[in-house]
């Protein structure tokens, strides 16, 4: 197999030679395919976050980053990446390249990082071909540079949230309570004045307790410790840069010392070490080999996190006390869990992981063949590897029942020992083999740079189908004549295993042109230094759906039982009937853009994109039977238009002393379902196609219901989800049927995901001093206030929060006039806690996502290059509409931090 | 300098491709697929073994009452809750949620609704059964005959969920064989006529193959002959009662023009037909026996209770022709009662069904009794049925006796919103050998109910019951030690006794529904629902105090429409355009 590689190698090297020009000059890269903004290290200097993608808000134009949350391990909660907007109804996540290979961003921390590109155009896109549809991150890590350099940095921070919700105190939520039963025809409160006295007093605070449970669970702060050092140095045939991270990161969770052995307080503490080497054998050949090591360990509670935090928003302060008077946990037949026995003393949960990841490069100029004849191998084999360790157990509680003076204790539960269960969670192998083979040649103005490139990629990851293969081959061809036009043109025929056998491969042409307006000779202004018009046009794809979807299998069934003595049958069960016409997800991409630099210090570019995504794969299930009986197949029929534009600025500005730049991106990206096979509606509001993807529905209120002579008025409207009282909420009739249904529900605000978002920084630097902000926004953006307990209060036994008591009006016959929140109830009430206009708010926000204050120490002292002590905070502030929670994170979740951190780093 | 730079390329490549084998090239590499699942139809038929396993998987989309789940039908709410028998508390169930309030529309068909129409299992066992019957001549490890009867046993699970479909939406679209992916999918409604001639035709084909018993042991829980014929005379006597036996449409529309809904026309031999089917029945019975009624071995109250108990919760009890069994020993009772243990009972039995019960002797409840001023336990001396379906104050419960007075210890959860009775049947007193070690068969069809379905059929096609007619019915009364029905009743009064005979036998075994749609009685609908609540009062003699209440009427109770007897189809399924045409009045 390996002949196959080699002769595919000579053969075109044979093919470029024969048809060899003989006027060769050297001639500098102008590929135009790998446009697209680049930040370098210098940029994320600024920066401390642990994971990467916490520094890259708001910094790339095009990249849409937005905080992301993990139910499970506090410190794995990695940003959203978009490129561009959306423009699929199945997977959007963007291909990320790091030194050429596809690989997960989170392995690697921010000082390794020598520069981020996002590439957005469509020549980049079919570059990558089935994988190129959602655009490309890449990312290179920092090479060694001659001489020798070292840099150490260490830097200790505090976490702290800048948001978080508080919940009644408990004799606000009895009365809350009380007040909710009487809005629900029940008249006997069931708290008396008395007990709510003992609430507020404390007095037999056992039976009558006033928790504040996440005081209880959490102390005021977390914190962070990182220590960097980087070496690098070399001579002209052997470089290296070697770099060491280590992170030690603690939540803010403070778990009670019950006298076990662990303490499940959630942490993570990292350890990357890299090297990369850049060798020079002989003259003609260049090696490259980078290694990257990266051990992980993470605890938590043995109880899934955001159960624990939803036990801890959803247990009122006054359900139960932490422990009662005999020293047991407490906890009531209702409330069966104690937030802080939850987080001590459920046992922990130890997650350790190790990666290995190595990718090694030779470059081979073959000018002794041909001049300008060069070939390029690479190889990369990474392995990741996941362990779990859990330990846990149960504990028991005490209900204390009765009353002041006479209290007795009704016990549930039991403790258990420590269980233990210990697994290779998941294990990752993945190859990727590239050749490529380039000429390169000048003739009078015209310079080529032409190649073509072979790739495969393995990933083989553990469990059932999760195995991908992709393969392309392609030609790229560059052309620019006198550095006045530019072209790239790209031809890749590229596959992925997914699909059907024989229908593996699809071709990827684009094509891009640009005209450097400012290097023509008619060209003459002293303002403009540099103009650029650039365009792409070309197809890719996307493969980001599962195998064999074109197959019909038997699968395992359910159970039945014949006999008299019970045996068990298995049934044999049919899978989805097979796809029919399966295609693989296809994107068309074009650009149209203009760049300038003025006056040499004003970089500014504006450019319009477009996309059109077709063959999504979408369900059958709305057109199809439902009589046929099994699983409609899928129908790769969904069609998505994305459109938008895009702006940047960068000024730079030096006065004597003073530094100053300003920089920042804009994108404006709408959306559109043009097709994806929706049923049949009765209303023409009512279809999902025409609007955007995600878009937010729901019922259009009207106000509050205010008497049950108006609710049973036959000209009011009959509301369907359930019994109405006064001060439920009054929806519009969008049909006039006078029935409030499903058929009422319309478009409402926009979709969680961003249209418009945009990021600026700030640089002043003066002598020695220096700021940097960066800030980051969105906006035309909404999101729905649903969280049990935040912001739907007492159902199912739930708490309430001060959102819904003091930041709000909720309607009370006395209130009705200004209310903007339905009555309190007790009950389930599908009538009000449903998606409406009420829950929605317009989610746009501005974030100071990133702020660096620093200082240089002055002159050579100690001998050392440079000493720069300073003080870093992220997510410093938000400006938006919700105030009470993190606009981009309602839910009950370990809350977003701001990070305040004091460093010092020394380069030798 | 050549060779030395093609010698470290041949050396770098080599050294790669020995270390990871599977490092492919071409198609070659993206076929290097590791196959999930390989499982094809042909593998499936290649034996006995596989090829069997999906007839069990059709069995496993039999209809199945007990609530296992708030996915299924109705929530997991009893079909008796929509009848005149019982009241449901489950706040999340079918019950409360669509009927009572009334907003149950072809919107929310599909979701808590009383027959999921294409989001239950029917369609899926339809489907396994044929391709079952399409395949099964491919197996070659299976006789003629072994192929003939398993054929035949997929048959009758079609007709059963057919027989399901049709007493809910009327005509379906008719399946006969399994749709591929290639074919038009157009599947009109069918006429009443054609679905029922279509299940009876299934059933008339599958019998002749069937055992009339089984006569091995481990053949046991599937379909047989005799399951078979009772299910002929369940359709055949449905599709004569008026509902679709009748000169008009119980209401009009597009679906009763196309005779969707209704046969068109009233014909007196479709009664003969029922009558011609529970004659055929008997005949085998006769020739083969094997089954009886459970019957108890003494005259006491407790015989005839656990006579009765076997009768409907045991799957091999000579009495059930079909128990379907998707289900083995879990929390039976607090499910079925729709809860776990501290959340006693969601389904309330009413006083309008404790009425239906005679005294012991077999004479009538006397419907103006003074509850004013009752005796201590006023619910004594009944037809031990009641005792087996309700549970009523000061009997054995959770090895205690039951406190359903006000305050008592069974009135604290459930109870206290609903009748003040609570449900017996199939929970039973409710210890964990009844509830957490219960063998969760459920009797889809019993010899009781083709007795007194023959009974009908005899009564409806002569104008009068005959002596036939009456043994039927009274081998059912006797086996619990009720009395004969009085003789000399004419058809009218003898119709009336059976339904009420049904209402007794098969309360909370999904009957009684079917039986006051079929007979349109819409005042099982409109009358008002009564429950009765006991309280602890010093002042009387016996120590208790009963008061009679009304329970919150269901919207259907002032605004009746007849549009109610049949269900909506999920509007969806409407749009799709394959041929549904929706219900009148929905």
Redesign the interface.
């Known amino acids: 197999m390996n002949r196959l590689y080699i002769s595919l190698i000579t053969s075109f090297a044979v093919l470029v030679v024969t048809a060899q020009n003989k006027n060769l000059k050297s001639q500098s890269d102008s590929t135009n395919h790998s446009s697209g903004l680049k930040i370098e290290s210098s940029l994320l200097q600024h920066h401390s976050q642990v994971n990467v993608g916490d520094a890259l808000y708001g910094i790339l134009p095009g990249l849409n980053v937005m905080q992301g949350t993990n139910g499970t391990n506090i410190f794995d909660d990695a940003p959203k990446f978009n490129i561009r907007g959306l423009s699929t109804l199945g997977n959007s996540n963007p291909l990320i390249i790091i030194d050429g290979i596809e690989r997960d961003i989170n392995n690697l921390s921010l000082h390794e990082i020598g520069s981020v590109s996002v590439l957005t155009n469509a020549v980049a896109s079919a570059m990558y071909g089935v994988r190129g549809a959602n655009g490309v991150i890449q990312i290179t890590t920092k090479r060694g540079k001659t001489g020798t350099n070292a840099s150490v940095n260490y830097s200790y921070g505090l976490t702290t949230p800048y948001r978080m919700p508080k919940f009644a105190d408990a004799a606000t939520y009895a009365s809350a309570v009380n007040e909710a039963l009487a809005n629900d025809g029940i008249l006997t409160p069931r708290y008396t004045a008395q007990e709510i006295d003992y609430f507020k007093s404390g007095e037999h605070a056992e039976l009558y307790p006033n928790v504040d449970w996440q005081k209880e669970l959490y102390e005021s702060n977390g914190t962070v410790h990182q220590v960097d050092a980087e070496f690098d140095g070399g001579k002209n045939d052997f470089r290296y840069y070697t770099a060491f991270t280590y992170s030690n990161q603690l939540s803010m969770f403070a778990p009670q010392d019950i006298g076990e052995v662990y303490n499940a307080r959630p942490d993570k503490l990292h350890l990357n070490i890299r090297t990369n080497l850049d060798f020079k054998l002989g003259s003609t050949t260049d090696l490259s080999i980078n290694l990257l090591g990266r051990i992980q360990s993470q605890t938590r509670p043995a109880s899934t996190l955001k159960d624990l935090i939803a036990s801890m928003y959803n247990t009122p302060a006054a359900a139960f006390p932490v422990r009662v008077n005999t020293g047991a946990w407490g906890g009531t037949n209702l409330y069966t869990s104690n937030p802080l026995a939850e987080l001590s003393d459920k046992g922990f949960s130890r997650v350790n992981r190790v990666n290995m990841l190595a990718d090694m490069k030779i470059v081979q100029d073959l000018s002794f063949l041909t001049k300008g004849l060069y070939a390029e191998f690479a190889v990369a084999y990474d392995n990741m590897a996941n362990h779990l360790d859990t330990r846990s157990k149960n504990y028991a509680y005490k209900m204390a029942t009765g009353t002041p003076g006479n209290v007795s204790y009704q016990s549930f539960g039991k403790t258990t020992e420590l269980a233990f269960k210990t697994e290779l969670n998941s294990l990752e192998m993945s190859s990727t083999v590239s050749a490529i083979t380039g000429y390169k040649f000048e003739t009078g103005d015209h310079a080529f740079d032409a190649k073509i490139k072979y790739e495969q990629q393995s990933q083989v990851q553990d469990g059932r189908n999760n195995t991908t293969k992709r393969q392309s081959i392609m030609g790229i061809v560059s052309y620019n004549f006198n550095n006045k036009y530019v072209a790239d043109g790209i031809l890749n025929y590229s596959g992925s295993a997914v699909m059907p056998e024989g229908d593996y491969f699809n071709l990827y042409p684009a094509i891009s042109a640009g005209w450097i307006v400012s290097n023509e000779s008619f060209f003459k202004s002293s303002a403009i230094n540099y103009l650029k018009i650039n365009t792409s046009v070309g197809l890719s794809g996307s493969d980001l759906f599962g195998h064999d979807l074109e197959k019909q299998f038997f699968l395992s069934g359910d159970d039945y039982y014949f006999q008299s003595n019970n045996q068990k049958f298995t049934g044999w069960r049919e899978g989805a009937l097979g796809v029919v016409g399966l295609k693989m997800e296809q994107a068309l991409k074009a650009d149209l853009g203009v760049e300038a630099t003025i006056f040499n210090s004003l970089n500014i570019s504006a450019s319009y994109f477009y996309e059109n995504r077709s063959n999504i794969l979408v369900s059958g299930s709305s057109v199809i039977s439902g009589v046929l009986g099994i699983d409609v197949p899928k129908l790769s029929m969904g069609e998505v238009k994305n459109q938008g534009v895009e702006f940047v600025v960068d000024w730079q500005k030096k006065v004597n002393e003073f530094t100053l730049g300003l920089s920042g991106n804009f994108t404006y990206a709408k959306n559109k379902i043009i097709n994806m096979n929706e049923a049949f509606q009765p209303e023409s509001y009512l279809y999902k196609t025409g609007n955007s993807l995600n878009q937010f529905y729901g019922l259009k209120s009207d106000g509050f219901f205010e008497s049950v002579a108006q609710i049973n008025d036959p000209n009011t409207p009959k509301q369907l989800f359930g019994e109405v009282k006064p001060g439920d909420i009054k929806y519009v009739d969008q049909n006039n049927d006078n029935v409030i249904n499903e058929y009422d529900i319309v478009r409402l605000g926009y979709s969680d995901l961003p249209e418009i978002y945009y990021g600026f920084n700030v640089n002043v630097a003066y002598k020695n001093f220096g700021i940097s902000a960066q800030f980051q926004g969105v906006a035309n953006r909404t999101v729905y206030l649903n969280e049990s307990s935040l912001f739907f209060p007492l159902r199912n036994n739930t708490n309430i929060s001060t959102w819904y008591l003091d930041e709000n009006v909720r309607w009370t016959p006395e209130t009705a006039a200004t209310a903007n929140l339905p009555r309190l109830t007790t009950q389930d009430n599908k009538n009000n806690f449903r998606a409406n206009d009420i829950w929605q708010r317009d989610g746009s926000f501005l974030k100071l996502r990133n702020l660096d204050l620093y200082y240089n120490l002055p002159g050579k002292i100690l001998k050392l290059t440079e000493a720069r002590i300073y003080l870093r905070g992220s997510n410093l502030f938000s400006l938006d509409n919700i105030k009470y929670a993190d606009p981009e994170m309602i839910s009950a979740n370990y809350p977003f931090m701001s990070t305040y951190s004091m460093g010092v780093n020394i380069k030798f | 300098?050549?060779n030395?730079?093609y010698g470290?390329?041949?050396v770098?490549?080599?050294a790669?491709?020995t270390s990871?084998e599977?490092?492919?090239?071409?198609?070659n590499?993206?076929?290097?697929?590791?196959e999930?699942?390989?499982?094809?139809?042909d593998?499936?038929f290649n034996n006995r073994f596989?090829a069997m396993?999906?007839?069990?998987?059709?069995?496993?989309t039999l209809p199945y009452a007990i609530p296992t789940g708030t996915s299924i039908k109705l929530g997991g709410d009893l079909l008796d809750a929509l009848t005149d028998l019982s009241y449901s508390v489950v706040?999340y169930g079918g019950a409360q949620?669509l009927y009572y309030?009334g907003?149950y529309?072809a919107?929310t068909e599909g979701a808590n609704s009383k027959y999921l129409?294409?989001?239950g299992s029917a369609?899926?066992?339809?489907?396994?059964a044929w391709?079952f019957i399409e395949n099964v001549d491919r197996v070659p490890d299976m006789s003629a005959a072994e192929k003939a009867r398993a054929a035949a046993e997929a048959k009758v699970i079609i007709a059963t969920h057919y027989a399901d479909m049709v007493r809910h939406f009327g005509g379906v679209?008719l399946?006969d064989h399994?749709?591929s992916?290639?074919e038009e999918?157009v599947?009109p409604r069918q006429t009443i006529e054609k679905t029922v001639d279509f299940i009876a035709k299934l059933i008339d084909e599958a019998a002749p193959a069937l055992e009339w018993k089984e006569s091995d042991?481990?053949?046991?829980?599937?379909m047989t002959k005799a399951y078979a014929l009772g299910l002929k005379l369940r359709v055949l006597l449905f599709a004569a009662s008026p509902l679709f036996n009748s000169d008009q449409p119980y209401f009009a529309g597009d679906a009763s023009t196309k005779k969707l809904t209704w046969y068109g026309n009233y014909d007196a031999n479709r009664w003969k037909l029922a009558e011609a089917a529970g004659k055929a029945f008997m005949d085998e019975l006769v020739a083969n026996g094997r089954y009886d009624l459970v019957k108890s071995n003494t005259a006491s109250e407790t015989a005839y209770r656990e006579a009765f108990r076997k009768a409907y919760f045991e799957?091999?009890n000579g009495e059930v022709l079909l128990s379907t069994?998707?289900?083995?020993?879990n929390n039976f009772a607090g499910r079925f009662c729709g809860g776990s243990d501290?959340f006693a009972s969601g389904q309330t039995p009413t006083l309008n069904f404790v009425n239906l019960f005679p005294k012991a002797d077999g004479t009538d409840f006397p419907v103006d009794f003074d509850w004013a001023n009752a005796p201590v336990d006023p619910f004594a001396n009944r037809d031990p049925r009641f005792y087996e379906t309700i549970l009523t104050n000061g009997r054995a419960y959770k090895g205690r006796l039951s406190q359903l007075y006000v305050t008592g210890l069974d009135r604290n959860d459930a109870a206290k919103d609903g009748t003040g009775l609570l449900l017996y049947k199939f929970s039973q007193d409710y210890t964990s050998a009844t509830s957490l070690g219960a063998?969760d068969?459920w009797p889809y069809l019993r010899l009781a109910e083709v007795f007194l379905s023959y009974a009908e059929a005899i009564n409806e096609a002569n104008g009068a019951p005959n002596s036939v007619a009456y043994d039927m019915v009274n081998r059912v009364r006797n086996r619990v030690g009720l009395s004969d029905l009085p003789a000399g009743l004419n058809q009218q009064q003898f119709r009336e006794a059976v339904l009420r005979e049904r209402a007794c036998e098969f309360g909370y075994e999904e009957v009684r529904w079917y039986d006051i749609v079929r007979w349109k009685i819409e005042s099982a609908f409109t009358n008002p629902i009564q429950g009765v609540n006991m309280f602890a009062d010093v002042t009387k003699p016996t120590g208790y105090r009963y008061e009679l209440f009304t329970l919150k009427a269901r919207a259907w109770k002032d605004n009746w429409s007849a549009k109610w007897y049949l269900s909506a189809f999920?509007?969806?399924?409407v749009?799709?355009?394959?041929g549904i045409t929706q219900n009148p009045g929905w």
């Open positions: 300098m050549k030395t730079i470290i390329l041949i770098i490549t080599a790669l491709f990871c599977d490092v492919r090239f071409g198609d590499f993206l076929e290097q697929q590791p999930s699942f390989g499982v094809t139809l593998t499936v596989n396993q999906v007839l069990t998987k059709a069995y496993t706040s949620r309030t907003s529309s919107g129409f294409t989001d369609w899926t066992g339809i489907r396994f391709i679209p399946l399994a749709i992916v290639n999918f599947f042991e481990n053949d046991n829980g599937r799957r091999d069994r998707l289900n083995f020993k501290n063998v068969s999920p509007s969806e399924e749009d799709k355009k394959y």
